[in-house]
């Protein structure tokens, strides 16, 4: 098994598109304005998605689908919970405005972690709030192009060490979106 390439900066455009009942559902999309960036070896993205872009040359298409394996498993139905209410009072009042049907909220479990869930149903007493990944059980599509695959330099791998090490992902615009510890900073997959 050939070693993966680290710190190699990637850029890419891409659709990210789902399989359903329906079709193809385009999930979401990286434009040359706002281009997909990683550091490669850091864990930004899935594996599987990593390993096929990073040989690509600059100029390169690329159109591939992962399955629910190389992305984010199978949906589990272990990781639908139910939550007290009272975790979401503040000042002695249910917080009606972030928490209702379909919301995704930030959470954080007892050791610290962050994470986001899925608001399934509001009850009287329970919150059942959904953990799994939006695309668990899912084979996903990536299409798009890569418009830079180079080393990365010094100055970029000490950015990324210094945020990663300050605020776990360094991306501001992923508030209310899940990545379970894969970010793209703008762009969770």
Do not use: W
């Not at 272990?78 to 405005?97: C, S, Y």
């Not at 869930?117 to 990944?133: A, P, S």
């Not at 950015?159 to 510890?181: K, V």
């Amino acid at each position: 098994m050939e070693e993966q390439k680290q710190n190699k900066f990637i850029s890419v455009t891409y659709r990210l598109y789902t399989k359903g009942e329906m079709g193809r559902e385009l999930i979401e999309e990286a434009p040359v304005a706002q281009p997909f960036q990683f550091i490669s070896g850091f864990g930004f993205t899935l594996d599987a998605f990593e390993q096929r872009i990073i040989e690509l040359p600059q100029g390169s298409d690329f159109d591939f689908e992962l399955t629910k394996d190389e992305a984010y498993g199978d949906f589990d139905e272990a990781h639908v919970i139910d939550l007290d209410r009272e975790i979401f009072t503040i000042n002695g009042h249910f917080d009606h405005e972030h928490i209702y049907k379909d919301a995704v909220v930030p959470l954080q479990n007892e050791d610290g972690n962050r994470f986001y869930g899925r608001v399934v149903e509001v009850g009287d007493d329970k919150v059942k709030m959904d953990l799994n990944h939006p695309l668990a059980g899912k084979t996903i599509n990536f299409k798009g192009r890569v418009l830079e695959n180079r080393e990365a330099t010094t100055e970029e791998i000490q950015r990324i060490t210094t945020q990663l090490s300050e605020d776990g992902c360094g991306c501001d615009e992923c508030e209310g979106h899940q990545h379970e510890g894969h970010c793209g900073c703008g762009h969770c997959h």
